[in-house]
Each structure stands twice: as C-alpha cells, then as structure tokens.
C-alpha cells in the first residue's frame, strides 16, 4: 500500500513514522509513504500557496493552483481532505482505506483550501473529531496509524485485529497485569478464578456499564435501557 500526504510540513510526519508499529511496517515496506511538499507546487519568489479570501474575513485561504499541480498526478487515487467540516471519522472509514492500493490525504492549513479544490480534486472530506486543529497534519498522521495497524502481517497477533470487528459497538473492559495488589489495590478477584464462564460474563457486564456511563451514544437504537 502506498500513502500519498501533501503538506507544507514535510518535516512534522518523519520521526513519527519511525517508532512502533509503523516504523516496522515502513521498514518491511508493507507500506511506502510518500510526502509532498506542497511549496514544490507553488510559482514565485515567495512561493506562496495561501491568499486572502474572497469576500473578506479573517485569516488565508490555501491557493487552489499548487494544490491542483500536486494532485493532477494523484487522480485515480483515494484522495481525501481533512477539515473541520468533514463526515466524522470512523473505524468503518479506515477499515475501507486499509483496503486501497494508494491513498492520498491532503492537509490544508490556514482557514482551510479554495473550495474549488474540495469539489473537484477530492473524494472524501473527513473531520477526525469535533474540535478545530490548527491544520490537517495531525489527522493524516493518525489516520496513517490507524491504517497500518490493520494491514496483514503489520501487527504481531492479526488475531487481536480481527477480534475488534466481533465487539460490537461497546467499550472494551478495563485490563489488568501483575501484581494483583498494587499500592494495596487488588485486581478483581474473578480475574484470579480460573472460571472462564464468571470471567467473560464479567467482561460483558463491564462493556455494558462502561458503555452507558461514558459513550451512551453507541447504545442509542441498539437495545431497551432496561436490559443493558
Ligand atoms: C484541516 C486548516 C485550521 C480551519 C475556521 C471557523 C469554527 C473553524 C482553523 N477534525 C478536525 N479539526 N480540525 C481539522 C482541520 C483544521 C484545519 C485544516 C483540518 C486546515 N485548519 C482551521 C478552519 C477554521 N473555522 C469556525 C471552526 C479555523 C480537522
């Protein structure tokens, strides 16, 4: 899988994408990422690749020109635009990209890129959350994680990859290690019983309630309230 990220901040994405999971994969060249300068693309002494925006407001507007030149070689890839006012990102979204042969992710910076540019050069729009970044460098750094953490042979159990799709919908149960006291706080006991049957019912009864207190929205149309 190839991963195309234009950017005017090359130089945010190189040590992240040397550790763990994803500095392996990039070294068994499961994935290939490749970054573009975004300045490589833009004309003049200056090199600019912002300008005001039509109709006046606050702050720049990313130029629609070196954009352009830097996606006219990337047609026929996946090309998605990360943006506040994108459709929110989800397990399902990087599920299906994890999937392509050639990915492209274009971060904007400023108020954003000319419009022109979001119909007509870009497949999906995509907001990692609801909170505003100060451009999209962060989000293509964490969709390139969350992407490669499912490739096939990426990660040392693909079991644990798998599992995830099998978990419908609810919170993970809180996990424990060694020692069983810590600080005089004990690991709950039935983890220590041996009995499968009490454990998993346990973990079931753990998902629900953390579901409930701490992202009930993921219940909503699922079930009646009485019974989760
Ligand atoms: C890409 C630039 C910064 C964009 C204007 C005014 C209130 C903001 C700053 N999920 C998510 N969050 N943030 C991003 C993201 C931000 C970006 C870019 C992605 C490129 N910025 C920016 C727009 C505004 N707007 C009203 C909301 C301010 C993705």
């Known amino acids: 899988m190839k991963i195309s990220i234009i950017t005017i901040f090359p130089e945010y994405f190189p040590q992240a994408l040397a550790v763990g999971i994803l500095g392996r994969a990039l070294e068994a060249r499961l994935v290939e990422v490749d970054l573009i300068d975004l300045r490589d693309y833009a004309e003049g002494t200056h090199r600019a690749v912002d300008d005001a925006p039509f109709g006046g407001g606050p702050g720049m507007v990313m130029m629609p020109e070196p954009l352009a030149k830097a996606l006219d070689p990337l047609e026929g890839t996946h090309r998605v635009l990360f943006t506040p006012v994108g459709r929110r990102l989800d397990q399902a979204m ?61 990660v040392g159990n693909p079991c644990s990859v798998v599992f995830e799709s099998f978990r419908e919908g609810l919170l993970e149960e809180p996990v424990y290690t060694r020692p069983s006291v810590f600080r005089g706080w004990q690991v ?27 992202r009930p929205d993921l219940l909503e149309g699922k079930c009646n309230v009485e019974e989760w």
Not at 110 to 125: Q, S
Not at 188 to 214: F, Y
């Open 188 to 214: 709950p006991e039935v983890l220590l019983s041996g009995d499968h049957r009490r454990i998993a019912a346990w973990r079931t009864a753990q998902r629900r309630e953390r579901t409930r207190d701490r």
């Open 94 to 154: 990087l599920d299906r990209w994890s999937d392509l042969d050639h990915l492209t992710l274009v971060c904007g910076r400023y108020e954003g890129v000319d419009e022109r540019i979001a119909e007509h050069f870009i497949d999906e729009e995509v907001s990692v959350g609801d909170y505003v970044l100060a451009g999209g460098e962060v989000a293509a750094l964490l969709v390139t994680e969350g992407i490669v953490r499912l490739l096939p042979e990426a």
